[in-house]
């Protein structure tokens, strides 16, 4: 029986952690159709959509994935995820949008409250504290997937918020 699968792995960034999840799931028979992967510091995070190819069921895939050496020490999950039947928000990006400045109390906040009142879907976000002897730099980078006849407005709020805090503010459509 064929399978969609959210799988996720939270731990130590490994040598080889990546190639060895994906080669075993690649084995198995199934199809990729998103990955993310991002660290901070020496803990990762992976998360992909898997759609498993009909020869082992979800809890094989997760007893198997548990032997190997490279996830030993982190958590593993894998859930079925429905198909999607819907037509909900969609997750292509349409503008990616950077932000930099003194990191101020209440930034992020400010920032994803503002994407969300002008119907924003964030599809990707990353975020630093870059430390310096008498100040803290703060980078916010957001993918975002906003109608087009919503983009001038929600820009406009972003510059608005960025002007207010003291940020740099820079975007790119897709």
Do not use: W
């Amino acid at each position: 029986m064929i399978e969609n699968a959210l799988i996720s792995y939270l731990g130590e960034n490994k040598p080889n952690l990546i190639s060895e999840i994906t080669a075993y799931l690649t084995d198995a028979g199934g199809e990729f159709s998103g990955v993310t992967f991002a660290t901070l510091g020496r803990v990762c995070e992976l998360t992909m959509v898997y759609k498993t190819g009909g020869k082992k069921n979800l809890e094989d895939l997760q007893n198997d994935l548990q032997k190997l050496s490279s996830v030993a020490d982190g958590q593993l999950q894998i859930k079925s995820l429905p198909n999607q039947s819907d037509s909900g928000p969609t997750s292509k990006i349409t503008h990616r949008i950077v932000l930099s400045g003194d990191d101020k109390k209440g930034l992020l906040n400010k920032i994803i409250k503002t994407l969300d009142e002008n119907n924003a879907l964030i599809v990707r976000m990353n975020t630093e504290k870059i430390s310096f002897p008498n100040n803290t730099q703060y980078i916010s980078r957001f993918a975002i997937s906003v109608r087009e006849e919503n983009a001038p407005e929600c820009l406009s709020q972003i510059v608005k918020v960025a002007g207010e805090m003291k940020l740099t503010f820079r975007y790119e459509t897709s």
